[in-house]
């Protein structure tokens, strides 16, 4: 777990350039977000694993449908993400209080200002993340992120300061009821580093943004590593395994099948387009009924100028 200097700013050079491309990317998001926010908009679907019921919140399109899964163990709660908005954070809070249970830990899957800026709303819970991700976490934190973020969204929905996690110890594991979650990192795909959580007698894995369903995917870091991670996944998984997105609804395994063509697809226009436009184009004539067209804004820092 522990990581090298290179490593480290590298990760913080990653989430530095997210920062960036944020505030350049969301005024969009800006407009329908605060005019939703007065009512409750998030969905909220139901896994029950035998001993184990998953929720999961997914936020409404104009939050690219970030998810944050809960799951309920007899006595306790396991949190996978916090969301990115104070409204659609508080929102999932909500939801996680009314189940009358402790919330055990919140796990931080990727350093995306996405999926963890709702922590702010849970800093009475144990936050934990690998050292990459905190290091992501600290170097957004530095470069502005949060003040780039506010001045386009609004003070009222991106908090003063987040909390930064616990790194996770060198276990790989852990129980909680006596249902074994099993924890592995994956490197240079969607993000720079990324937890994956499984519950292997449940059948039922958390990919996040390794997957997105039916909604457009982020450029990444390295699309043929990212296209090689589902590849692999895809051999250790039965047809009934429950796939877990980081956006969108939860799924199965043939959604791996979508992701690997979507990714493919992105990668070959990318390799192609004279411009980032070009990418976009291509991506929404391929795939016409993907949400999310708010990501394909990505593009234009993902595809160096001709």
Not at 28 to 40: D, G, I, K, T
Not at 46 to 73: Q, W
């Amino acid at each position: 777990m522990n990581q090298s200097r290179r490593e480290f700013l590298q990760t913080v050079g990653a989430a530095g350039a997210l920062a960036a491309s944020m505030t350049s990317a969301l005024p969009f998001f800006a407009s329908v977000a605060r005019a939703q926010s007065a009512r409750r908009i998030g969905s909220i679907v139901i896994n029950d694993r035998g001993a184990l019921r998953v929720h999961t919140y997914v936020s409404p399109d104009a939050s690219v449908s970030v998810t944050s899964h809960i799951f309920e163990t007899p006595s306790a709660l396991v949190m996978i993400d916090a969301q990115f908005t104070q409204t659609f954070a508080s929102e999932l809070r909500a939801y996680a209080d009314s189940l009358n249970k402790p919330i055990d830990r919140l796990i931080i899957s990727h350093a995306h200002p996405d999926h963890f800026l709702g922590t702010s709303l849970f800093t009475d819970v144990p936050l934990i993340a690998t050292p990459g991700i905190v290091a992501g976490i600290e170097g957004f934190i530095e470069a502005g992120g949060l003040q780039g973020i506010a001045g386009l969204i609004g003070e009222s929905e991106v908090p003063a300061s987040v909390p930064v996690p616990d790194v996770l110890g060198e276990a790989d594991s852990f129980t909680v009821d006596g249902v074994t979650f099993s924890l592995s990192t994956v490197r240079d795909a969607e993000s720079p580093e990324q937890v994956n959580v499984a519950v292997p007698d449940a059948g039922i894995i958390a990919l996040q943004d390794l997957l997105f369903t039916n909604i457009h995917y982020f450029p990444g870091e390295n699309r043929q590593n990212w296209i090689s991670i589902l590849d692999s996944l895809r051999e250790t998984m039965t047809a009934d395994t429950v796939l877990l997105a980081g956006h969108g609804l939860p799924t199965s395994v043939g959604e791996l099948d979508d992701a690997i063509r979507y990714l493919t697809i992105a990668d070959e226009a990318a390799s192609q387009a004279a411009t980032a436009e070009d990418v976009v184009a291509a991506l929404q004539a391929e795939f016409p009924g993907y949400q999310g067209t708010f990501i394909l804004s990505f593009w234009a820092n993902a595809v160096p100028a001709s």
